[in-house]
């Protein structure tokens, strides 16, 4: 069973955390800083929105698959302090800082050759774009496996429908030593996190709804029309090797019986707190199960005779 850790009486660090999804408090607890993240405010919004997001869940939820996969993510719990919280285990120390991608673009010069928009613009997600400055950015060829571990959260984001990866959601660590890749991290925006219960009880009735859902795979990327780019047609097209690798990777890793095992781990509530309902918990059980069965198997079998057709020619 997961647990759920109350943090109301843990020590405010001073520590402060930027972004736009919700509140974020610094506390530390066991004598290591965690930044809690709060469920983001939809006021903003139109439609049938809740009042909140289900970010912590989604963060903890997304996180947790990232590390079912083996990809290196940020640790992350489930507690409460004032509500349900995800705490996230700061990675920074007071000698290892995040770096974001957008700050690395942005050192490019605008005179660089073959981009669709300024290659300093760290606000671009144009996926040509971002290919090529993932081998322009001298800095990044002295890290290992950066080209690896953008197309995995490529693949992976589309499966947890994670639309807000963007340039400021990953980076390296530097300072203290060699720079090295950070932790997946900011993973709050997966999973439907502005599906109300509402809507989550009428799509356990609806078939053909839950199937919408299960089928509707994004991303934050566009191509150089400014079109959003669709991952699934992107990973059957066969046009990026690395892609296809990626793909691959997640279809030899990705073992479905241990997310709902995870799923059945997370407890409906605690301490007086509605931690994840028993619709919640369907309805997401029952998404990931038909992306993979429908979309993500389908994409693997389109891919690989894609690369037999070309290693036949």
């Given at each position: 069973m997961v647990t759920i850790v109350d943090f109301e009486g843990a020590e405010l660090s001073d520590r402060f955390y930027a972004g736009d999804a919700g509140r974020k408090v610094g506390v530390v607890w066991h004598g290591v800083d965690w930044?809690?993240?709060?469920?983001?405010?939809?006021?903003?919004?139109?439609?049938?929105?809740?009042?909140?997001?289900?970010?912590?869940?989604?963060?903890?939820?997304?996180?947790?698959?990232?590390?079912?996969?083996?990809?290196?993510?940020?640790?992350?719990?489930?507690?409460?302090?004032?509500?349900?919280?995800?705490?996230?285990?700061?990675?920074?120390?007071d000698d290892r800082h995040l770096v974001e991608f957008r700050s690395l673009k942005n050192s490019l010069s605008d005179d660089e050759p073959g981009f669709t928009e300024a290659p300093s613009s760290g606000r671009s997600v144009v996926l040509a774009d971002v290919r090529s400055a993932l081998h322009r950015i001298p800095l990044l060829d002295r890290i290992a496996g950066v080209t690896k571990r953008?197309?995995?959260?490529?693949?992976?984001?589309?499966?947890?429908?994670?639309?807000?990866?963007?340039?400021?959601?990953?980076?390296?660590?530097?300072?203290?030593?060699?720079?090295?890749?950070?932790?997946?991290?900011?993973?709050?925006?997966?999973?439907?996190?502005?599906?109300?219960?509402?809507?989550?009880?009428?799509?356990?009735?609806?078939?053909?709804?839950?199937?919408?859902?299960?089928?509707?795979?994004?991303?934050?990327?566009?191509?150089?029309?400014?079109?959003?780019?669709?991952?699934?047609?992107?990973?059957?097209?066969?046009?990026?090797?690395?892609?296809?690798?990626?793909?691959?990777?997640?279809m030899q890793r990705w073992e479905p019986a241990k997310f709902d095992a995870l799923l059945d781990a997370v407890p409906t509530q605690s301490m007086g707190v509605s931690i994840m309902s028993d619709e919640y918990h369907e309805y997401h059980r029952l998404v990931l199960s038909v992306r993979y069965q429908h979309a993500f198997i389908p994409a693997w079998n389109a891919v690989k005779t894609t690369l037999e057709n070309r290693t036949n020619d």
């Open positions: 930044m809690l993240k709060y469920p983001g405010p939809t006021r903003h919004l139109e439609g049938s929105v809740p009042s909140y997001t289900s970010a912590p869940l989604s963060e903890f939820l997304g996180s947790h698959v990232y590390a079912l996969l083996g990809i290196p993510v940020h640790e992350t719990l489930l507690g409460i302090r004032g509500g349900l919280v995800c705490a996230c285990r700061d990675f920074e120390t953008f197309w995995d959260m490529f693949v992976t984001d589309a499966f947890i429908r994670n639309v807000d990866r963007n340039n400021t959601n990953w980076g390296i660590l530097t300072g203290g030593g060699k720079p090295e890749l950070a932790p997946v991290y900011d993973n709050g925006s997966s999973f439907f996190n502005k599906r109300t219960e509402k809507a989550i009880a009428a799509r356990l009735k609806d078939p053909d709804l839950l199937r919408q859902d299960a089928l509707d795979v994004r991303s934050c990327y566009v191509d150089d029309r400014g079109k959003p780019i669709s991952p699934l047609k992107y990973m059957t097209s066969g046009q990026d090797k690395e892609c296809s690798k990626a793909l691959e990777r997640f």
